[in-house]
């Protein structure tokens, strides 16, 4: 399965039962294997993320949704997007992990201006992870507003989502139409989601 895209994943699940077993196994699976690279122990960021209602997108977010074996790059950082009302539980349960406040503020760069984000960096002195925390009542509501297609994914605990499927999975993404107003270097964008991804 680890040479399988989201896509392969969904067409083998809908196979059988059984096929449908072993993609929630795979995906589970992959879904722990990130929570090791940031904590000690996978189900304490899997307790995170649930009791946060927070989920994970960005970079990170769209290297899940590609085949795990042969992907020429690799997420720089952990991004959980969170509501305003969970965003101190959020911040308690990683500093509760050994990570440390780096900075915080008002940062909407990957974010057209409709949409209010308060970003939280943290680091534990190997890894990085930003609490992203959105101005609605809705942890997803800034994931839409991104400046590319190809990064409006999210995954949770037991969700996997990925907006432009066809385009994604074909390595192709549409820049968003507010970033092209706003004057945003679109060769930036194209670095932003990672190598060989094409902006139509």
Not at 36 to 51: C, G, K, P, S, V
Not at 134 to 149: C, D, R, Y
Request: aromatic share 8%; glycine share 8%; with cysteine.
């Amino acid at each position: 399965m680890d040479y399988c895209d989201l896509g392969d994943l969904q067409h083998f699940a809908a196979t059988s039962h059984q096929g449908a077993a072993q993609v929630w196994d795979y995906l589970q699976g992959r879904l722990c294997s990130v929570g090791a690279q940031y904590f000690h122990n996978a189900n304490i960021f899997l307790d995170i993320l649930h009791t946060c209602d927070a989920v994970i997108s960005g970079s990170m977010a769209l290297h899940f949704l590609l085949p795990r074996l042969g992907m020429p790059w690799m997420p720089g950082d952990l991004d959980l997007y969170v509501p305003q009302i969970m965003s101190m539980l959020m911040l308690s349960h990683l500093m509760a992990q050994d990570f440390q406040l780096v900075t915080e503020g008002d940062d909407n760069e990957p974010y057209t201006p409709s949409n209010e984000v308060h970003v939280v960096h943290l680091t534990n002195g190997k890894c990085r992870i930003d609490i992203v925390v959105s101005g609605m009542a809705s942890a997803l509501s800034p994931i839409f507003h991104f400046h590319s297609t190809a990064v409006m994914n999210f995954m949770s605990t037991n969700t996997v989502f990925c907006c432009y499927p066809r385009l994604t999975l074909q390595h192709l993404s549409l820049v968003n139409v507010g970033a092209l107003c706003n004057g945003e270097d679109t060769d930036d964008l194209s670095r932003a989601v990672g190598s060989g991804y094409s902006q139509l």
